[in-house]
């Protein structure tokens, strides 16, 4: 779910990718992002960058 974040996806667009509805999308994003500490989504992307699960030229 980080990685489809990372590619600049809404919650909406995440939980049809994934066959989930919105809501449980947007749960599962925010639990994400209280899991590692960061404050938005864009720092989700930062660290979806630094860890390596995201790499550019992948998306």
Known sequence: MLALVARGLNNTEIAE???????????HVSRIMGK???????????VAYESGMVTPGTL
């Open 17 to 27: 990718a994934l066959g989930l509805s919105p809501l449980t999308a947007k749960t």
């Open 36 to 46: 590692l500490g960061v404050r938005d989504r864009a720092q989700l992307v930062i």
